[in-house]
Nanobody, 125 residues
Framework: QVQLVESGGGLVQAGGSLRLSCAASGRTVSSYAMGWFRQAPGKEREFVATISRSGRNTYYADSVKGRFTISRDNAKNTLYLEMNSLKPEDTAVYYC??????????????????WGKGTLVTVSS
């Protein structure tokens, strides 16, 4: 079992930057692939970015590619999402998620096993 707590959300102007963090506890996150997802008002939750358990492999949604960077520090049991050039359409609750992967070092963007409660990002125009 792992518990995930997101932080770093807030209000930012279009073109600005934010860095989200996800602190994990309960088990070492080096056993999990991890990812970020988001849910905008009135919309379904969607995939944003994912990273393999080692951090060597990443994958992004087309809508954030080139603007967002996912990274992890397994020694600190923490996942990050650096968000640059933010747009009003990036406004959403951002969720951290983890997936049990065994020895695989691939990325995953569905069927995640654990979820945080989310942090709100609001981008004003």
């Amino acid at each position: 079992q792992v518990q995930l707590v997101e932080s770093g959300g807030g209000l930012v102007q279009a073109g600005g930057s934010l860095r989200l963090s996800c602190a994990a506890s309960g088990r070492t996150v080096s056993s999990y692939a991890m990812g970020w997802f988001r849910q905008a008002p009135g919309k379904e939750r969607e995939f944003v970015a994912t990273i393999s358990r080692s951090g060597r492999n990443t994958y992004y949604a087309d809508s954030v590619k080139g603007r967002f960077t996912i990274s992890r520090d397994n020694a600190k049991n923490t996942l990050y999402l650096e968000m640059n050039s933010l747009k009003p359409e990036d406004t959403a609750v951002y969720y951290c998620a983890a997936k049990i992967t065994g020895i695989s070092d691939r990325v995953y963007y569905d069927n995640m096993n654990y979820w945080g409660k989310g942090t709100l990002v609001t981008v004003s125009s």
